[in-house]
């Protein structure tokens, strides 16, 4: 068999386009993982270079997310504790409302009837004990009282506040007349 006979021109071409594909191939692998030197064979000082440089970059990546992460905490700190300042405020409010409100109470009905004479009793019962605290000087704001009559009057109010329901309810399902005891 006989060799193919190329011209001179034609053999250059050949070599030229042989050349272009191995530079299109370079180029396609460079632009595809994105480095210049994709081994230490092509070029080691500027492939090592490029690795330093990568894991450098890397690093201040992990570093940028870790602050982040930091300043979200923060963020997530300061809201805590503006609730918190909320919070103290308005237990604050409330403590001054407390202070500045007369320790006491204050008659909720006036009615009276035979049915309901012990209630009454227990009004002037309460009404007494209130007047005695006064008059020994319990009552004043920052003055030490005894917590056992505290508790008394306080199940006094309660009980008196259920009797004036009642009646109220008695009242309005009666049409607006007391019917007890009858």
């Known amino acids: 068999m006989s060799g193919i006979v190329l011209s001179a021109s034609v053999r250059q071409n050949l070599l030229s386009l042989q050349s272009t594909a191995d530079l299109l191939s370079t180029t396609q692998g460079r632009l595809a993982s994105g480095k210049k030197v994709n081994s230490a064979l092509d ?3 500027n492939f090592f270079t490029a690795q330093g440089l990568d894991n450098r970059a890397s690093d201040i990546s992990n570093l940028l997310d870790s602050i982040g992460n930091g ?13 918190l300042q909320k919070l103290v405020d308005s ?30 009793d227990s009004r002037r019962h309460c009404d007494d004990h209130q007047a005695e605290r006064v008059d020994h000087g319990h009552h004043h704001r920052g003055q030490p009282h005894d917590r056992r009559q505290d508790d008394l009057v306080q199940q006094h109010h309660r009980q008196l506040g259920l009797l004036d329901r009642r009646i109220a309810r008695s009242e309005h399902r009666d049409g607006g007349r007391l019917a007890w005891g009858h």
Do not use: H, M
């Open 91 to 120: 237990a604050k409010s409330i403590a001054s409302q407390v202070l500045q409100t007369p320790v006491g109470y204050s008659t909720k009905s006036n009615v009276t009837s035979t049915a309901i004479t012990g209630a009454t």
């Open 43 to 45: 070029n080691p000082t």
């Open 71 to 83: 300043v979200q905490i923060l963020q997530a700190a300061n809201t805590g504790i503006t609730s």
